[in-house]
């Protein structure tokens, strides 16, 4: 099992700048596809980005395409969301899932349930 912490969310000006981190442990880092998804009280889960194990595949929802970016660490067993010019309907809890998927074969990384293992989610807020 995986354990998984997601960290760095707080309250933001639109227009400004956020960096979630995700921290993995319980398997090797490098075997993990990662994804962040975002819920609101309104909203199902929605995708919002993904990576591959092996880092050379990255993925974004159409809403953020172009302000967000993926990123990932083996080093230091992490994943993080660099979130840029934020609005506030960017305004969730953003959550990180981790995915043993070390050859690529997952189908759907888009899918909240390719994931094995959830964070606790952290809180975005922008305010206009």
């Known amino acids: 099992q995986v354990h998984v912490v997601e960290s760095g969310g707080g309250l933001v000006q639109a227009g400004g700048s956020l960096r979630l981190s995700c921290a993995a442990s319980?398997?090797?880092?490098?075997?993990?596809?990662m994804g962040w998804f975002r819920q609101t009280p309104t909203k199902p889960r929605e995708f919002v980005a993904s990576?591959?194990?092996?880092?050379?595949?990255?993925d974004y929802a159409d809403s953020v395409k172009g302000r967000f970016t993926i990123s990932r660490d083996n080093a230091k067993n992490s994943a993080y969301l660099q979130m840029n010019s934020l609005t506030p309907e960017d305004t969730a809890d953003y959550y990180c899932?981790?995915?043993?998927?070390?050859?690529?074969?997952?189908?759907?990384?888009?899918?909240?349930?390719?994931?094995?293992?959830w964070g606790q989610g952290t809180q975005v807020t922008v305010s206009a």
């Open positions: 899932g981790a995915d043993h998927d070390p050859y690529g074969y997952a189908a759907n990384y888009r899918v909240f349930w390719e994931y094995d293992s």
């Open positions: 319980g398997r090797t880092f490098s075997s993990l596809a």
């Open positions: 990576i591959s194990a092996s880092g050379d595949i990255t």
